[in-house]
C-alpha cells in the first residue's frame, strides 16, 4: 500500500499525511485532520518504507565508522575485530552501520574529518577508530574539533591528550609494564625493543612505557637496545639480525606489532638460535595463529572487538556527558618466553 492511496482515502495531500506517519514536531496538522488519516493508516494497513521514512526526520537510523588505514581494510585482524564489535552494538540498537574506508585521505588535517561526515546526514553518529596510519597531527586534529561540535562522535585508541572527548582505548602501558615486568622475574634484564616507525602514534608510549618498566626492577634501558621498524618484515629481520649482531648479551625482544613478531622469530631462527632457548619474544598485540606456531607466542592480548562494542554503545547511549573507557590487556604467555636458564612458562598473567 502506497502513501498515495492513504492520503486519497483521507482526503488530504501525501505531505499531511507523511507529517502525521512520522509525528514530525512543530508541524501544524490539526487533530481532527490527524485522526483522519491514522485511520485510514490503520484502514489501508500501511507501513512507511524505512528508508523514505529516514529521509523525512533527516535521520539515518545508522552509525558510521571511519578507518583511516591505507592498506586493503579487511587485510588487518584489528581493523576486522573492531568493526565485528561496532556491528554487533550496532545490531542490538537496530542500527545499521556505515563503514567510511577512505584511507590515507581522511589523515589530511586541513579536513574537517567529524563536521564532514556527519554533516552529509549518511549517519546519526561517527565513530573515528585510529590505526597505526593515523598522524599525532590528525588525531589531535580531530579531538579539537569533536570537542568543537560537542556532537555524536566517540574516538577509539590513541587518544592521550586533555580534550574533552568520548574515547575508548585499552590500557596499553599496563600491557607493556606487565611484559617487560615478566621477563625481568624470569631473569632478564637485557632486553631490546622493536618499535612500530617513529610516525606511529603508539611509538613514543611504548618506549617511555618499556623504559619506565625497566628502571621500576633498577635497569636503565640503552638507547642501543631500541630499534624503529616499519611493520614490514624483511625490515624487522635485519634489525632482529643487527640488534643481536650488535648486543650479543640481548637475551629477550619485545615486539611492538604481531606481524613484525612473526618476523622477528623468523630472523633468530635464521641466525642460528633458539626461541625461547637463547632469545625469549614478546608480541605487543595478540594474533589467531600465535597458539599454533612453534614456538607459540607470548602476547599482550588487547580486546580490539570489545573496545569496538564499547564505542557504539558510547555512541548510541544518547548521554551528553563525555566519557573516556580503558579496558584492560591480558598478557598471555606461551612457549617464546623462558627463563634465563631455559625453562618455557606457559599460562596467562
Known amino acids: 500500500m502506497t502513501l498515495r492511496k492513504v492520503a486519497e482515502l483521507a482526503g488530504v495531500s501525501r505531505t499531511t499525511v507523511s507529517l502525521v506517519v512520522n509525528n514530525v514536531e512543530g508541524s501544524r496538522v490539526s487533530v481532527k485532520t490527524r485522526r483522519r488519516v491514522l485511520k485510514a493508516v490503520r484502514k489501508l494497513d500501511y507501513k512507511p518504507h524505512p528508508i523514505a521514512q529516514r529521509l523525512s526526520l533527516r535521520k539515518a537510523n545508522a552509525i558510521g565508522l571511519l578507518i583511516p588505514f591505507s592498506s586493503p581494510l579487511f587485510s588487518n585482524s584489528t581493523n576486522v575485530e573492531i ?56 588525531i589531535e586534529t580531530v579531538a579539537r574539533h569533536m570537542k568543537k561540535r560537542d556532537g555524536p562522535a566517540v574516538m577509539l585508541e590513541y587518544y592521550w591528550g586533555n580534550e574533552d572527548i568520548n574515547y575508548v582505548g585499552s590500557d596499553y602501558d599496563g600491557g607493556i609494564f606487565r611484559s617487560i615486568s615478566r621477563l625481568v622475574r ?86 642460528g638460535l633458539n626461541v625461547p632457548g637463547d632469545l625469549s619474544i614478546i608480541s605487543f598485540a595478540d594474533h589467531e595463529v600465535f597458539p599454533h606456531l612453534d614456538p607459540s607466542l607470548t602476547a599482550v592480548s ?48
Request: proline content about 5%; overall charge negative; hydrophobic content about 40%.
Open 186 to 271: 624470569l631473569g632478564h634484564r637485557t632486553i631490546g625493543l622493536i618499535t612500530p616507525p617513529p610516525e606511529a602514534p603508539i611509538t613514543i608510549r611504548m618506549i617511555a612505557s618499556y623504559k619506565k618498566a625497566l628502571e621500576s626492577h633498577n635497569i636503565s634501558a640503552r638507547n642501543q637496545w631500541i630499534v624503529n621498524a616499519d611493520y614490514t618484515a624483511q625490515k624487522t629481520r635485519d634489525l632482529t639480525k643487527q640488534l643481536i649482531r650488535e648486543n650479543p648479551d640481548l637475551t629477550a625482544f619485545f615486539v611492538g606489532d604481531y606481524e613484525m613478531a612473526l618476523a622477528c622469530v623468523k630472523a633468530v631462527k635464521e641466525t
Open 302 to 349: 588487547i580486546p580490539y572487538y570489545e573496545m569496538g562494542k564499547e564505542a557504539a554503545a558510547l555512541l548510541l547511549d544518547g548521554d551528553r556527558e563525555q566519557r573516556q573507557i580503558i579496558l584492560p590487556t591480558d598478557l598471555v604467555v606461551r612457549d617464546s618466553t623462558a627463563a634465563v636458564n631455559h625453562h618455557p612458562v606457559n599460562g596467562m598473567v
Open 83 to 138: 568493526i565485528g564489535g561496532v556491528q554487533e552494538a550496532a545490531n542490538e540498537k537496530g542500527v545499521d552501520l556505515v563503514l567510511f574506508s577512505g584511507g590515507k585521505n581522511y589523515l589530511d588535517p586541513g579536513r574537517e574529518t567529524v563536521d564532514g561526515l556527519l554533516d552529509q546526514n549518511a549517519v546519526d553518529g561517527i565513530i573515528i577508530a585510529n590505526t597505526r596510519f593515523s598522524t599525532r597531527r590528525f
